[in-house]
């Protein structure tokens, strides 16, 4: 008991102590965030403003990008502030924020990915019944479904974070507040609660994710029915890089949640927490928007009216 220490801040340990690589590592970063940053700002403004983008699809896609755009921002600001200024620190409030907030934005960016599918699966494999299934007031209550869960989920498991007793110190080896990280710095005793939550958290991602994968099965069993090649490739060439982009983010999550603890993190498990905390939020934008001709249109007519306004 007597090990049992009140924190008021955490060291984030980052990635490297030579300062050329802390600047190299701010320079990426920041290449990242500003593409994830101009990416999902784009999407959310053209939807906006573009009434013939008011449908579900576009309803949702605005929604994963808000998402996107909150999720990244936890995250890279702090970490490229931290390398540019040469510090480590976190204060005690900043961490439970850190970890509400991914948990949150994380939660329910998967709820809304869920519900994305369950729409295209609507649309495709029951065309006559898409108005009725996918009318205004059930898309606004499905999107408020996976925001309020998300905020549900993160609040019991920031609670359960910090109410564990920390005798390891307060040294975190990532370059954010993972809560596996922090998991290290618990009493042997008080850490069993959130191990539970962890567990239980894995099997509700899980269960999204074949929803997911069902929703695109059955999307392919009627695919492969269309008569057109180019109908098929459209369809192929849509959907595949959905699953990636999905598979990628809930998976590596996972990993970084559920593997081994170990008394040193190595290369690959920051690489696998970079990959779920900022690759997918700077994809989603080309995977899911950008390729769509409806909101590059949109895109182009926006920055052209921006264009145009400044000369």
């Known amino acids: ?24 590592h ?5 290449v990242l965030y500003l593409a994830g940053l101009i990416g999902n700002l784009l999407i959310i403004t053209a939807i906006s403003l573009n009434h013939h983008l008011h449908t579900p699809l576009y309803f949702f896609l605005m929604n994963l990008s808000i998402l996107d755009l909150g999720f990244i921002s936890v995250t890279i600001p702090k970490s490229m502030v ?9 204060s005690y409030s900043g961490c439970v924020a850190q970890v509400f907030l991914l948990m949150f934005l994380g939660l329910a960016d998967i709820g809304i990915l869920t519900v994305m599918a369950y729409d295209r699966y609507v649309a495709i494999c029951q065309p006559l019944h898409y108005e009725r299934v996918m009318n205004r007031r059930a898309c606004i209550q499905m999107a408020a479904s996976a925001w309020i869960s998300g905020i549900l989920y993160s609040a019991l498991h920031t609670g359960n974070t910090f109410a564990i007793s920390f005798c390891g110190g307060n040294v975190v080896d990532q370059f954010f507040c993972d809560i596996p990280q922090l998991l290290k710095l618990a009493c042997s005793d008080s850490d069993l ?22 929703s695109y099965v059955q999307i392919f069993k009627t695919v492969l029915r269309i008569p057109s090649e180019q109908g098929r490739h459209k369809a192929f060439s849509t959907c595949l890089p959905h699953i990636t982009v999905v598979s990628l983010f809930i ?3 996972i990993v970084a949640y559920l593997k081994p603890n170990s008394k040193s993190i190595s290369r690959l498990d920051i690489m696998v927490d970079v990959f779920y905390s900022v690759v997918p939020p700077m994809l989603n934008p080309i995977v899911y928007s950008m390729r769509n001709k409806e909101i590059n249109a949109a895109v182009r007519k926006l920055i052209g009216q921006r264009l145009f306004m400044t000369k």
Do not use: K, P, Y
């Not at 008991?1 to 600047?23: A, H, K, P, V, Y």
């Not at 701010?26 to 920041?30: D, Q, R």
């Not at 931290?82 to 976190?90: A, K």
């Open 1 to 24: 008991m007597s090990n049992r220490t009140t924190i008021t801040e955490f060291i984030l340990l980052g990635f490297s102590d030579i300062r050329e690589l802390q600047i190299l």
């Open 26 to 30: 701010s320079v990426m970063f920041l």
């Open 82 to 90: 931290n390398s540019l200024m040469n510090t480590r620190v976190i």
């Open 193 to 214: 609660s959130e191990s539970g939550v962890i567990a239980f958290s894995a099997c509700l991602v899980l269960s999204c994710f074949v929803l997911i994968i069902v």
């Open 251 to 253: 998976f590596t999550g």
